[in-house]
């Protein structure tokens, strides 16, 4: 379980980032509502603790319970439906001891530790494009996909197929393959926007729908669009520099960020914006980018297969969640609520988070040799 590794290998430059980013978090929290910062502190902690044991440990003895983890995965998703905690009519959460923690972050790393084996031995066998290869992805997909969308979590849903349908691309699929995909998903998803404006349409809650809505007719849904009004107004109020993490939210100078609800969340680059102002954004984001690009590198220099997946997997985890958060802050999406990575309150998102940059530090230990 445990190897010698070569120091001059560990990516310092990665896990720094990441401890960046945490300390970010913690501060924009704490400006926030500091009623969470020691939670958060807590979470931190067991984060980097988490970060530094798993890239200690070889992540080819992990991939061997592959089978045991999805199912593991499977019965969480069950269960927080059956027993979970129902908060504004959804299930995505048990609450112990007054500590939440939310099944389906888990999944998203568990599921790209199951995908990554399984497409890796359809590398080797040159499987990936085959009908069998193809249907085996989509049931193991299937049937997480459908568990989180019974929640409902759509963003969490969407973030997870993304990263999923990337795994698989980069594993080789045929291009004629994803042609036909996209011809044929080009007119369903014009079908799937004209069907949920049809009376008693039974594919999405209506909640999901009146975002959805909201975001093509902005005008005819003000009050689905002033939460997204107020973040890009505390983003804008920040200007270059913004207005610093001391701002006191009783003075006649008040925080933008009072407007809005759940900001030590879904919309924490709301708070980010406003108390670092442009520059500092386009800081975080270049810190988000690095990390990407690093579980990239780690990806491309694995010794296998299996670990180039997993690190391509964490980096579009990162990437397309730290996308969606900010393009719901800034009004470039419809409002969907997931965290921004590391950076958002909530110890499942960062502590999943951490499991899956300590699998790529680990990776990147094992280099290829060539």
Request: proline fraction near 2%; glycine fraction near 8%.
């Amino acid at each position: 379980m445990l190897k010698k590794y070569n120091i001059r290998y560990y990516n310092f430059i990665l896990i720094a980032l990441v401890i960046v980013l945490m300390v970010v978090g913690l501060l924009v929290i704490n400006k926030v509502n500091d009623s969470y910062t020691i939670k958060q502190s807590v979470g931190v902690g067991l984060a980097v603790v988490i970060m530094i044991v798993l890239s200690l440990i070889d992540y080819h003895f992990i991939i061997k319970f592959y089978g045991i983890l999805y199912i593991a995965s499977t019965v969480l998703l069950v269960a927080v439906l059956v027993a979970g905690s129902n908060v504004n009519n959804a299930k995505r959460w048990f609450e112990i001891a007054g500590i939440r923690f939310q099944p389906s972050e888990l999944t998203k790393i568990l599921m790209i530790i199951f995908m990554a084996v399984y497409l890796s031995d359809l590398m080797e066998n040159n499987q990936v494009s085959t009908f069998k290869g193809i249907v085996g992805f989509v049931i193991f997909y299937a049937i997480p996909a459908g568990l989180i969308f019974k929640q409902p979590d759509l963003s969490t849903l969407i973030c997870l197929s993304m990263v999923l349908v990337t795994m698989i691309f980069v594993s080789g699929l045929s291009y004629k393959f994803i042609i036909t995909v996209i011809l044929i998903a080009i007119p369903l998803f014009s079908v799937f926007i004209w069907y949920i404006q049809t009376p008693n349409q039974k594919l999405l809650y209506e909640h999901q729908v009146t975002r959805i809505l909201s975001f093509i007719y902005p005008s005819e849904y003000d009050d689905e669009t002033m939460q997204q009004e107020n973040s890009v107004m505390a983003i804008g109020s920040g200007q270059l520099t913004g207005k610093g993490l001391l701002l006191e939210k009783d003075s006649s100078n008040t925080s933008d960020t009072n407007l809005i609800s759940e900001q030590q969340t879904d919309f924490i680059f709301s708070a980010v914006g406003e108390s670092f102002g442009f520059f500092g954004s386009v800081i975080i984001i270049g810190i988000i980018l690095l990390i990407v690009l690093q579980c990239i590198r780690a990806g491309r220099k694995a010794r296998d297969d299996t670990g180039m997946l997993i690190a391509i997997g964490v980096a579009c985890l990162i990437g397309y969640q730290s996308f969606i958060n900010i393009g719901v802050a800034t009004m470039l999406l419809p409002n969907t609520g997931i965290p921004l990575p590391f950076i958002s309150y909530g110890l499942s998102s960062l502590l999943s988070s951490a499991i899956g940059i300590g699998l790529v530090l680990n990776i990147s230990l094992q280099r290829r040799r060539y």
